[in-house]
């Protein structure tokens, strides 16, 4: 059977480094790239004897991704221990939420080209990573060397349900998890350093069948790329394996970059195996009913809910609504720019297309060209709103405003001075525009004998020929009015 005769089942579990200058239990650093085991103390690398303290803003930080992302919060949460040996763990256990999870339920809304759906979130829950272990490179190297930097960064784990059914969705979702966790400031997502990481599990199941299949963990996964390449890989084999009557064993998996394949690395461990149990080191913490209502007050609006209540309010197409909410201070300059606007107009509904149509066109190409932020921006959205307001009145053509806006940014001046100083306001005088109308049909006989003996396509040429006279500052429906005037008579 081919690939489409199974539905495919993808659940999967991110890990994000919170943005906090110090680590889970202890005051060590957590700057990324430092000199091995230079942010380290006894806490984190596990003496005996030593105890763990709480951060307090890596809570509120994964709090404030709990009702984000709409999920029940326990009124009371604790820490647990999960027990594991790894050269790169030098407690053998780290502290972890097993039992009362900071966050249960929840969704992340997310779109692609089917429209949008709800991925359910199983749980979010706060722990601590583990230390790195180094190979040297080399044949010859028969050692590991482990760097303990790393070792009890505070770290959100973010686990879905078994709710995608493709790569898109799966595409989709992490895109808008980076997007979410990197707007709200809960953790910078640089999936290069590993503060954002996936693992990803996947099964497959005859269609429409109501009783899921086993599932493979895929691990190793140091990119986007990654996980999609592995996921494409592992629903192949899956989808042979199951055509050749053979069973799926519930395995974890590595995905091996350099070979594009996912490679068997143990039979899947039970929860049980981890030999849970609660945190003896750290009391119970209580979720004061302030602090939620503190986070949910301060709390933006997501990326993803602003785009479509561009696309609502702002009546724009998903590709611009898409576009300008990219950036957070993009969007603001956007709204702020269209607020500014809509008392100059007489179509304010028309205001947010032109504007929209500026912003994604010239102002993010001369921001890339000049290297700055749009927060440093001469040209203010008050002033950008100036401009088209100077278009949509007639006073400039398109053309001339695609030469004002350079000027503004250099001089800082506003549209309207600049072109009534410069000679750039359009000509809408008719007895100006007459006369310039005489010089350009005097000018170029050819066209004009064509057109009268049915030639209308010289039409466009002859307007050309007027707005080049004018420099672009004859209103060209004017221009057009006058010559249709002219060349019938
Ligand atoms: P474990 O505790 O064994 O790691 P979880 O219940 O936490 O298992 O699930 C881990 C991930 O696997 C979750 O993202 C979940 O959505 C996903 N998952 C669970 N069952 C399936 C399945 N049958 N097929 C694909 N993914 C699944
Ligand atoms: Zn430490
Ligand atoms: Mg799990």
Request: hydrophobic share 40%; net charge negative.
């Amino acid at each position: 059977m081919p690939v489409t005769d199974y539905d495919i089942v993808i659940g999967l579990e991110a890990h994000a480094h919170l943005l906090t200058r110090t680590k889970m239990f202890c005051s060590c650093r957590t700057t990324f790239g430092a000199e091995a085991n230079s942010q380290t103390c006894p806490v984190c690398i596990g003496m005996p004897g030593v105890l763990p303290v709480i951060n307090r803003k890596a809570l509120m930080l994964a709090l404030r991704s709990a009702v984000a992302f709409k999920c029940e919060i326990p009124a009371t949460m604790r820490f647990d221990r999960k027990n594991y040996y790894y050269p790169d763990l030098p407690k053998n256990y780290q502290i972890s939420q097993n039992y009362t999870p900071l966050g249960v339920k929840g969704f992340v809304e997310i779109e692609t080209s089917k429209g949008r759906k709800k991925i359910g979130l199983d749980n979010i829950h706060l722990e601590e990573d583990a230390g790195k272990l180094l190979h040297p490179e080399g044949s010859g190297a028969v050692y590991s060397q482990v760097d303990l930097n790393r070792a009890g960064t505070p770290l959100l784990e973010i686990v879905t349900r078994p709710d995608m059914s493709d790569l898109d969705e799966v595409e989709a979702y992490m895109e808008t998890l980076r997007r979410t966790l990197e707007a709200l400031e809960i953790s910078d997502c640089k999936m290069q350093e590993g503060s954002l990481r996936f693992e990803a599990s996947v099964s497959l199941k005859p269609l429409g069948a109501a009783e899921l299949g086993n599932r493979v963990e895929v691990k190793n996964l140091n990119s986007v790329r990654a996980v999609l390449n592995a996921l494409a890989y592992e629903i192949d084999r899956q989808a042979a394996a199951l055509d050749a009557r053979e069973r799926i064993d519930r395995e974890t998996r590595l995905w091996n970059e350099e070979l594009s394949r996912t490679e068997r690395m143990r039979s899947k461990e039970e929860a049980q195996d981890y030999r849970y149990f609660p945190e003896p080191d750290l009391g119970p913490i209580v979720v004061l009913d302030e602090w939620l209502q503190e986070i949910s007050a301060s709390l933006q609006e997501l990326p993803n809910e602003r785009k479509w209540r561009f696309e609502d309010e702002y009546a724009l197409p998903s590709y611009d609504a898409g576009v300008l909410t990219q950036k957070r201070a993009i969007a603001d300059y956007f709204e702020a720019a269209v607020a500014a606007g809509r008392a100059e107009v007489s179509d304010p509904a028309r205001l947010a297309k032109v504007v929209s149509n500026w912003v994604m066109g010239q102002v993010l190409k001369e921001l890339n060209d000049r290297k700055v932020e749009i927060t440093d921006f001469p040209v203010t959205p008050e002033r950008l709103a100036g401009l088209v307001t100077l278009i949509e009145s007639g006073k400039i053509s398109n053309t001339i405003a695609q030469q004002l806006l350079p000027i503004m940014i250099e001089t800082g001046e506003d549209a309207g001075r600049i072109a009534e100083q410069r000679g750039m306001l359009q000509v809408s005088d008719t007895a100006e525009i007459e006369k310039l109308m005489d010089e350009v049909l005097a000018a170029n006989p050819k066209p004009v004998a064509d057109y009268r003996s049915g030639k209308k396509a010289v039409f466009g040429f002859l307007v050309g020929q007027a707005m080049r006279q004018t420099k672009g500052k004859a209103n060209p429906q004017v221009v057009a009015e006058i010559l249709t005037k002219k060349l019938e008579n």
